[in-house]
């Protein structure tokens, strides 16, 4: 090994106990049961019902918490205590106003301090000590260790524990104490989080999720084609540009771009209110249970939500016209239309148009942006590129995310792999090079980098194939063969709204076709699972979100309220931890209020995935591998400094 990275190293490890210490701590690690992975998938910009998702654990916490105190408290206080440790600030205020004097609040402090103590110590029995230090609060880490002996059962010095809490207490620390505790064993359920896919699009605060995941310890993010999306807009595509803002007005949603990264949207407007009317639609979806903005400014967004989605109508054009291996060309339907009687004719079949708004389109040169358009485009494109918020959101998206993520042992992709009814996989041809399964992937997530390193580049080839992860007929991402925007606003008839999808969506029943994906991806099918998210799994319709004889799970239920009803449920999430894999099924969340008011909690069927005969170690995971590096490395270091 280099000896000039050893000296390095000597510096940080710079007595030989050190270097001892440290490789028996990582012995130790490798030892340990496996950490707990939570996966979660299509959070479309559900901020509350994600939180509460990550608080819970998934069902992680009530499960400790009734190991700890099922039969010793009633269901009423189980769930109280359950809620504490979800929302512990709000749930600490609302027990507080129920006390009429001191000594009774005072008693409720001893009480619930003793059980979270129990609970964190429960919580971090397969962890080292080192990490239950790390997740607790710093203020407290001396003092809660104090405590946590306690649960080991020296009774001698039980009132030693006691004047602790009472101390605790009587300098009105005690709410930190319990606040510092309830999100120490949040973190301590779950030890790496997996985001498989859409974060963005249709729910109102995928900005907040961005905040949380950037201030999540230990998390990796698949790319799902929402989420690429905003990266391609970011990144200099008009086109994602157009459609995020389309989809931001169609879901009334445009505060994320005005207020939350401070996009000016006015130039929009002003073209929308000289082209438009008001128009059923383009009226934006709204949500029974939300408020209704006020008319004109529905009319508003009906109208800017006319003109983009118009403005990414043209712009689609060029991008299929320049890339003919796209193979995109009977979505040419602006000059395909028949604009004088309105009809359209697909797959051989006429359709009448109706809400029509072509006030903008030539009838010569139907793709062709008006002036105005071009400099709308571009000066959103501008201010969305100089956004300081975006930036750090996109950037945070490309460190952590990738097309798909083998950790291990399984494969986690958002969308699907592309094969045809035989189970192949499809080839695509770029620039005259055939590229297929595995390969295909990673080409795709070699532009899609090439594209955000080169936010100038707004027409050439990398940027116009992040589109084509939006909504091309090979992307793993979309998986389906067109995409029916234009007949969905236009068209009565549904039929042509349906979106054929790629065969991986049936074929991903069989367990034969999900271990030959896995061999594609060079894992060994006895072992791995494909994770999916992307398509809602319907419930409601007696679908089974476990597949190919466990060999595929999906994990999108729809946290997204806009597919609810069609689901019928709110979420599928996946725990896997040293015993197994666990699906959990998620009631619909309403809100944080009802969580904390009713202890209602969106509680969870779970179903065993897979179950290991031997409890998994740290050793067989990824992180272990990484660990028997370094101790490769120490034990280098070790010979080369200390042993001649
Ligand atoms: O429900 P909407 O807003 O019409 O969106 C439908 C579009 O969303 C898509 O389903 C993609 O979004 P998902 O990744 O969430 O499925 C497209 O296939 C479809 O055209
Ligand atoms: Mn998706």
């Known amino acids: 090994m280099n000896t000039k990275y050893l000296d390095l190293l000597a510096q940080k490890y710079d007595s030989e106990e050190k270097v001892v210490t440290e490789i028996i701590n990582l012995k130790a690690i490798l030892n340990l049961p496996k950490g707990t992975e939570h996966f979660v998938s299509d959070l479309h910009g559900e901020y509350q019902a994600f939180q509460h998702v990550l608080r819970n654990g998934s069902g992680r916490v009530k499960e400790k918490i009734r190991d700890l105190f099922e039969g010793v408290l009633p269901e009423e206080e189980l769930n109280e205590f359950a809620t504490l440790v979800y929302y512990p600030e709000e749930k600490i205020k609302l027990i507080k106003n129920r006390f009429d004097n001191k000594e009774e609040l005072n008693e409720w402090y001893t009480l619930t301090i003793d059980r979270m103590i129990k609970l964190v110590s429960y919580a971090s029995s397969k962890y080292t000590r080192s990490k239950l230090r790390k997740a ?293 041809t770029i620039e005259n090079k055939e590229y297929a399964g595995r390969e295909l992937l990673d080409i795709f997530e070699h532009y899609l980098r090439h594209s955000f390193a080169h936010p100038e580049e707004t027409d050439d080839l990398a940027t116009d194939m992040v589109w084509y992860l939006w909504t091309g007929e090979y992307s793993s991402l979309f998986g389906k063969r067109e995409m029916t925007t234009f007949e969905r606003y236009f068209i009565k008839d549904k039929a042509t709204h349906k979106e054929r999808k790629n065969p991986y969506f049936y074929l991903r029943e069989k367990e034969d076709i999900c271990r030959k994906i896995l061999e594609e991806f060079d894992m060994n099918p006895d072992q791995g699972h494909i994770i999916n998210g992307h398509t809602p799994v319907k419930e409601i319709e007696g679908e089974n979100p476990i597949k190919a004889n466990g060999k595929m799970v999906v994990i999108d239920g729809g946290f997204s309220k806009a597919y609810q009803r069609t689901t019928g449920i709110a979420g599928y999430t996946l725990l896997y931890n040293s015993y197994g894999m666990q699906l959990v099924a998620h009631k619909h969340f309403n809100s944080k209020e009802e969580v904390l008011r009713d202890g209602t909690d969106v509680l969870s069927v779970k179903r065993l995935v897979d179950k290991e005969l031997e409890r998994k170690k740290v050793l067989e995971t990824n992180v272990g591998e990484e660990l028997l590096q370094e101790i490769y490395i120490l034990n280098s270091l070790m010979e080369y400094r200390y042993m001649n």
């Open 136 to 428: 607790l609060p710093a203020q407290f880490v001396y003092i809660t260790e104090e405590l946590l002996y306690k649960t080991e059962d020296i009774t001698n010095k039980e009132s030693y524990y006691k004047k602790i809490v009472q101390q605790i207490i009587s300098l009105g620390q005690a709410d930190k104490l319990i606040i510092g505790l309830a999100y120490a064993t949040q973190k301590l359920v779950v030890d790496h989080l997996h985001v498989v896919g859409d974060i963005y699009d249709r729910g109102p605060e995928p900005d907040k999720i961005m905040e949380t995941l950037i201030h999540y310890p230990s998390v990796d993010i698949q790319w799902g084609n929402h989420d690429v999306l905003w990266i391609g807009a970011f990144a200099g595509s008009k086109v994602c540009l157009a459609n995020i803002l389309r989809i931001c007005a169609r879901y009334n949603n445009l505060e994320i771009i005005e207020d939350v990264y401070g996009i000016n949207l006015r130039p929009l407007l002003n073209l929308a209110e000289k082209y438009y009317e008001d128009n059923p639609a383009f009226r934006p979806k709204i949500q029974a249970d939300e408020n209704p903005s006020n008319p004109e400014e529905l009319e508003q967004i009906t109208k800017m939500h006319q003109a983009i989605a118009m403005i990414q109508f043209k712009l689609e054009s060029s991008i299929i016209k320049r890339r003919p291996y796209f193979n995109m060309t009977d979505r040419l339907l602006l000059e395909k239309m028949d604009m004088e009687n309105e009809e359209l004719t697909i797959h051989g079949k006429t359709y009448p148009l109706e809400n029509t708004c072509f006030r903008t389109v030539d009838k010569e040169h139907p793709n062709q942006l008006l002036e105005e358009e071009e400099q709308v485009i571009d000066k959103l494109l501008f201010s969305i590129q100089h956004s300081e918020k975006l930036a750090r959101h996109m950037k945070f998206l490309m460190k952590k995310g990738s097309l798909y993520l083998k950790y291990n042992g399984n494969l986690l992709i958002h969308g699907c792999i592309p094969i045809d009814e035989e189970g192949n996989m499809e080839t695509m």
